[in-house]
């Protein structure tokens, strides 16, 4: 495998291919730290949950986003082993 480009400061930039994976990262972030806790009550459980769920969905839709662009710019058919 060689590098092909690189891109200094990658995730702070205008490019709907930055903005989707700031987006992403974030919400995982946000998944992973609404993680259930112990001894909680049932309400906060169940937010919690929503939260999680809702941070996962938007991830979902973000890599999707992400996955378009990518192919889009012929990224994936360069891509090996595809």
Known sequence: ???VGSVADWLNGADPLDMATREYLQARQ??????MKPNS??????????????ATKRA???????K???DQRGVL???PGR
């Open 1 to 3: 495998m060689r590098l």
């Open 30 to 35: 946000e998944a992973a730290l609404s993680g």
């Open 41 to 54: 009550k049932p309400w906060e459980a169940a937010s919690r949950a929503k939260t999680r769920d809702e």
């Open 60 to 66: 979902l839709e973000a890599k999707a986003r992400a």
């Open 68 to 70: 378009v662009l990518l």
């Open 77 to 79: 058919a360069r891509a």
